[in-house]
């Protein structure tokens, strides 16, 4: 049985197929044959800067965007053989905080979770697997091949979740990014009824059709968004949602009085200039602005996830997926060029439901 891993070694990480022992489920767990694996931002982070204590022993498998098909499942499961599923991604230490003794596995307060294909716990990038039944989440066959955009999905989700808590009416939305993350956000954004305003660097290409197909505002470049948002009067966006960590500050700036500002991509980095906090604090307090942050999901944000899947349109859905691969040509997906949207490693020569993109 074949893997995905990344090799730790004393000159760096090496990616690379290995040889995996067959999984031996528990009473409980399910028995799946991996369909395919999603890669993205924090799988190429994880190659860049090495594995640094984040894996079981001296590799780990990498994924944890998942899409599987049930070959066994236990008695009494949820499950049956030929369920897709996709699995959770966080788990709770042996001695787990309040929140993860609740199942709030999202926001662990120690920080000694493990994360499959990510921290501590192999992942999904394998052609079969134990996952637990408990930390399955079923997948509409409705989806087809885009069923790998749920765990991704599901961070977005949990942004819309914070914004929809802080804010009494939809209106204008910004998203800055039109990555997969972006563009997932644009139309969760949309499907809640707001005028969704799209922010990225091309010119052109799936990432702007994707966004015009929203029937959503594209806007190429940072300047662009301030030549339109100088020319409405409107005083800025109701709901941002920031996908780049690059423009943290006009993420700020362009946050209207009573708007909500959600950062979903990781550390600020890049050029975006700095804030004072006396700024910040009055621009928060005089206008009554909020800003929040997520990091990773739990199950719910999945099942709200798989829901706006199933009621986005199924051809803009399979767009994003503009690179599928099979796994021995692995390093294809690593290698994003501008048109990239989302790169999906497929794990089994037939992958079951249907899928678009090039291959």
């Known amino acids: 049985m074949h893997g995905l891993v990344i090799h730790a070694g004393e000159e760096g990480a090496r990616l690379g197929l290995a040889d995996l022992a067959e999984p031996t489920p528990d009473d409980a767990d399910l028995l799946v044959d991996g369909i395919a694996v999603g890669v993205c931002g924090t799988d ?190 409107r005083g800025g966006f109701d709901a941002v949602v920031e996908c780049t960590g690059e423009l943290v500050a006009a993420a700020i700036a362009a946050t209207g009085p009573g708007g909500v500002l959600c950062l979903v991509a990781g550390g600020h980095r890049g050029t975006d200039p700095t804030m004072e906090l006396s700024v910040l604090s009055g621009r928060l307090t005089g206008g009554n602005r909020t800003i929040t942050g997520v990091s990773s999901s739990g199950r719910g944000h999945f099942e709200a996830a798989h829901a706006a899947l199933l009621h986005a349109d199924p051809e803009w859905l399979h767009g994003l997926l503009t690179t599928t691969v099979p796994l021995e040509r692995y390093a294809e997906a690593f290698h994003a060029e501008p048109d990239t949207i989302k790169s999906v490693i497929l794990l089994a020569a037939d992958p079951g439901p249907a899928g678009k993109g090039k291959s």
Do not use: M
Not at 66 to 79: K, M
Not at 141 to 152: C, I, S, T
Not at 203 to 225: F, I, N, S, T
């Open 44 to 233: 190429r982070s994880l190659l860049a800067r090495g594995l640094r204590g984040g894996a079981p022993g001296d590799r780990l498998v990498l994924g944890h965007e998942s899409l599987g098909r049930v070959r066994r499942a236990p008695s009494g499961s949820r499950f049956a053989p030929g369920d897709l599923v996709a699995g959770l991604v966080r788990r709770p230490d042996p001695h787990p905080c309040p929140n993860c003794a609740v199942g709030e596995l999202d926001i662990c307060l120690n920080g000694d979770f493990t994360e499959r294909g990510i921290k501590g716990r192999d992942g999904y990038a394998a052609e079969r697997y134990v996952l637990a039944d408990r930390y399955a989440v079923a997948v509409s066959p409705r989806l087809g091949l885009a069923g790998v955009l749920v765990e991704p999905a599901s961070i977005v989700a949990k942004a819309w979740e914070r914004v929809d808590a802080s804010s009494r009416r939809s209106g204008r939305a910004l998203v800055l990014g039109a990555g997969p993350i972006g563009l997932l956000a644009a139309l969760l954004g949309a499907q809640r009824g707001y005028e969704v305003h799209v922010v990225d660097q091309v010119g052109g290409g799936p990432k702007v059709r994707q966004v015009k197909a929203l029937g959503a505002v594209y806007h190429e470049g940072a300047h662009d968004l301030g030549t339109a948002l100088g020319g409405t009067g």
